[in-house]
Nanobody, 122 residues
Framework: QVQLVESGGGLVKAGGSLRLSCAAS????????MGWFRQAPGKEREFVGD????????SYADSVKGRFTISRDNAKNTVYLQMNSLKSEDTAVYYC???????????????WGQGTQVTVSS
């Protein structure tokens, strides 16, 4: 059974930084694309970014490009989301996601964590 557990959320002032972590268990971590999504109150869940199974390729939503960085440590079965220059519009619940199939790039069709709240005060 695949489990994804996010941590690191909290309250931060605009312009500040946070790093989210997502610890995975239940299967071999290193062959799966991992991603981050977020959902603000009253809005649809949206893609934030993802990282390939080997960490060599990342992609980001335009709204976070240049401010957020995704990385992974396959030895620790963990993916990270470093968030810098945070804005009030980054306030949301952040979800970790894992692709269902090895080497698949479709990160949203697999497994999800329970989410962690990030609140940015202006």
């Amino acid at each position: 059974q695949v489990q994804l557990v996010e941590s690191g959320g909290g309250l931060v002032k605009a312009g500040g930084s946070l790093r989210l972590s997502c610890a995975a268990s239940g299967r071999t971590f290193s062959v799966y694309t991992m991603g981050w999504f977020r959902q603000a109150p009253g809005k649809e869940r949206e893609f934030v970014g993802d990282i390939s199974w080997n960490g060599r390729s990342t992609s980001y939503a335009d709204s976070v490009k240049g401010r957020f960085t995704i990385s992974r440590d396959n030895a620790k079965n963990t993916v990270y989301l470093q968030m810098n220059s945070l804005k009030s519009e980054d306030t949301a619940v952040y979800y970790c996601a894992a692709a269902r199939s090895p080497y698949s790039t479709h990160v949203s069709d697999g497994y999800w964590g329970q989410g962690t709240q990030v609140t940015v005060s202006s």
